[in-house]
């Protein structure tokens, strides 16, 4: 039986568990956030360094790069998020080089609108296992490109692909690879120009005119 002694000290009890659960709960959500943030490059951290899903492979340059008689064609994709108002192409649409040969290719893209617009690429290779020995020197992925209305651009890759794909016995049947870009337009956050052509009123009360 308790006596009226013990009654408050087993709400204290109580009421310092209760605490501690709380606390135990706050601290795992803050876990479970500071995880999913850094999945994303914690993800893409690992594709760059394995190649998982097409991800290809960034180099300074092929120095030092060995070069072996065995060709590989490779295909050049590219791709428009709808409803964007742009024309996107490559140059030109294969190319047959010898791994560890370094090689430059060109895509065209032009503004088919009356207003400017910015786009950013993303980029993948097929087969997703060949991603590891794809090696980019020069790209224009995940670069804002704006082209004014009517603008053409000329945006060139430079790439090897690594002459290891050879040794390897997942790899050493690919003989076409397929580079494919995908451009996604990007909003641009300047005012518009009537906002900023609106007077300001300073500290005085009076009109101030706005200066571009």
């Given at each position: 039986?308790?006596?009226?002694?013990?009654?408050?000290?087993?709400?204290?009890?109580?009421?310092?568990?209760?605490?501690?659960?709380?606390?135990?709960?706050?601290?795992?959500?803050?876990?479970?956030?500071?995880?999913?943030?850094?999945?994303?490059?914690?993800?893409?951290?690992?594709?760059?360094?394995?190649?998982?899903?097409?991800?290809?492979?960034?180099?300074?340059?092929?120095?030092?790069?060995?070069?072996?008689?065995?060709?590989?064609?490779?295909?050049?994709?590219?791709?428009?998020?709808?409803?964007?108002?742009?024309?996107?192409?490559?140059?030109?649409?294969?190319?047959?080089?010898?791994?560890?040969?370094?090689?430059?290719?060109?895509?065209?893209?032009?503004?088919?609108?009356?207003?400017?617009?910015?786009?950013?690429?993303?980029?993948?290779?097929?087969?997703?296992?060949?991603?590891?020995?794809?090696?980019?020197?020069?790209?224009?992925?995940?670069?804002?490109?704006?082209?004014?209305?009517?603008?053409?651009?000329?945006?060139?890759?430079?790439?090897?692909?690594?002459?290891?794909?050879?040794?390897?016995e997942e790899t050493?049947?690919i003989h076409?690879?397929?580079?494919?870009?995908?451009?996604?337009?990007?909003?641009?956050?300047?005012?518009?120009?009537?906002?900023?052509?609106?007077?300001?009123?300073?500290?005085?009360?009076?009109?101030?005119?706005?200066?571009?």
């Open positions: 039986m308790n006596t009226p002694e013990t009654l408050p000290h087993k709400d204290m009890r109580a009421g310092r568990a209760n605490r501690r659960i709380a606390v135990a709960c706050v601290s795992a959500v803050a876990v479970m956030v500071g995880m999913a943030y850094a999945a994303v490059p914690l993800y893409n951290l690992f594709c760059r360094v394995t190649g998982y899903a097409g991800t290809t492979q960034v180099a300074v340059n092929s120095e030092g790069i060995r070069i072996i008689d065995r060709e590989v064609k490779v295909r050049f994709d590219a791709n428009i998020e709808k409803g964007f108002g742009w024309e996107f192409a490559p140059v030109q649409r294969d190319v047959a080089l010898k791994l560890g040969e370094t090689r430059e290719i060109a895509y065209r893209a032009r503004n088919l609108t009356d207003k400017p617009l910015t786009g950013t690429a993303t980029f993948n290779v097929t087969p997703q296992s060949a991603g590891a020995y794809f090696n980019k020197i020069e790209c224009f992925c995940f670069t804002e490109t704006t082209l004014q209305p009517g603008e053409e651009l000329i945006m060139p890759v430079v790439f090897f692909v690594d002459p290891d794909m050879a040794d390897t050493r049947d076409t690879i397929t580079l494919s870009y995908t451009f996604f337009e990007r909003e641009t956050e300047e005012k518009p120009l009537a906002v900023l052509s609106e007077p300001q009123r300073d500290e005085t009360g009076g009109e101030r005119e706005n200066r571009l």
